[in-house]
């Protein structure tokens, strides 16, 4: 396998087939916390996208010199560090954001993603390796963040990427304003869980067409060997 293939098959990984929150349906406290919008799930994926791109190569690089006994405790104060640093910078650059997101940034230590990936993969793999495992992975929350944020959005609120000042800076945005007001449940807890069970039903969905398909695909390339044995 080719480097280029490596690394599609492993944001493929991430983004898709072993997505953290579709698939292994970790890290659901976030999840169904904060993605009210589109603006507040793309800040918080930015953030857990890049302390698992972080912490995965740092303990990649270390992983020699830490003793197998205290591996668990060594990774959180890692990833503790990272989630301080990255806290301090969105209270100084994007502080309506950090508002917004309130107690879900410091939060992200206890993801149970980013502690899994380090303890499956980061602590058994090389550096690089690590890197593109924590950006796919990072990447695959991060999407589905977005994507959970902005349905919830248009659909509790009329709105498409309101507030990305927040992120941006500037006047206030309202966005695409697509209708004055929405169904009101879908930015409750329970549309929360609506959002997410409709995501994960739709993938499963995909994924039993994709696997049919290629079934298919695989009974019509034999059908022709088959006839010229028999002849």
Not at 17 to 43: E, I, W
Request: charge should be neutral.
């Amino acid at each position: 396998m080719s480097a280029d293939n490596g690394i599609l098959q492993t944001l493929r990984t991430g983004l898709w087939d072993d997505n953290p929150g579709l698939v292994q349906l970790l890290g659901l406290c976030p999840l169904l916390a904060v993605t009210t919008s589109f603006v507040n799930g793309l800040g918080l994926g930015i953030a857990t996208l890049a302390v698992m791109a972080l912490s995965n190569t740092l303990i990649s690089a270390t992983r020699r010199w830490i003793r197998r006994e205290i591996r668990i405790p060594m990774y959180v104060l890692i990833i503790a560090s990272l989630v301080t640093c990255i806290e301090l910078l969105f209270k100084a650059w994007f502080p309506d954001l950090d508002r917004s997101l309130g107690i879900f940034i410091p939060l992200i230590v206890t993801n149970c993603t980013i502690v899994a990936r380090a303890e499956v993969f980061a602590s058994r793999n090389p550096v690089a390796a690590s890197l593109a495992d924590g950006v796919a992975m990072g990447a695959g929350f991060a999407a589905l963040l977005c994507a959970v944020g902005l349905f919830r959005e248009f659909v509790g609120q009329g709105t498409l990427f309101a507030r990305l000042d927040m992120l941006l800076g500037g006047e206030p945005m309202p966005g695409i304003v697509l209708a004055d007001g929405g169904f009101l449940l879908a930015i409750l807890p329970p549309g929360a869980f609506l959002s997410l069970a409709l995501a994960v039903a739709a993938k499963n969905y995909l994924d039993l067409r994709r696997r049919r398909s290629d079934q298919a695909d695989l009974r019509h390339s034999e059908r022709p060997r088959s006839r010229e044995d028999g002849a």
